[in-house]
């Protein structure tokens, strides 16, 4: 069975740190991107990063650059993603979903959700004091 679970949420405070973790089971995930989603109650689903694991690409939505970092580690089949400097508005449902494409296509259109096949069941990250 094909399969991503995400791990990590949590309740933290703003300016804190959360580590979001992707695993991929019945299948690898050496050949495929790997975006990671957002969506707060009445918003749409957002892309955040994304990582294409062929080539390593990684691609950030304005929202996250400087503060969030996508990673990958082949030998544990997972995708990481560091979130730093933590803001309320960054309460959400966190998604990671899986898709292969030509890194062209990806680079392109790498925050729209139906490029992505597989999907995990999504962790709760809510930021608050």
């Known amino acids: 069975q094909l399969q991503l679970v995400e791990s990590g949420g949590g309740l933290v405070q703003p300016g804190g740190s959360l580590r979001l973790s992707c695993a991929a089971s019945?299948?690898?995930?050496?050949?495929?991107?790997i975006g990671w989603f957002r969506q707060a109650p009445g918003k749409e689903r957002e892309g955040v990063a994304c990582i294409n694991n062929s080539d390593g690409m990684t691609i950030y939505a304005d929202s996250a650059k400087g503060r969030f970092t996508i990673s990958r580690d082949n030998t544990e089949n997972a995708v990481y993603l560091q979130m730093d400097g933590l803001k309320p508005e960054d309460t959400s449902v966190y998604y990671c979903?899986?898709?292969?494409?030509?890194?062209?296509?990806?680079?392109?259109?790498?925050?729209?959700?139906?490029?992505?096949?597989?999907w995990g069941q999504g962790t709760q990250v809510t930021v608050s004091s």
């Open positions: 979903a899986g898709g292969r494409e030509s890194s062209t296509t990806i680079r392109a259109i790498w925050d729209r959700p139906f490029l992505y096949k597989y």
């Open positions: 019945g299948f690898t995930l050496d050949y495929y991107a």
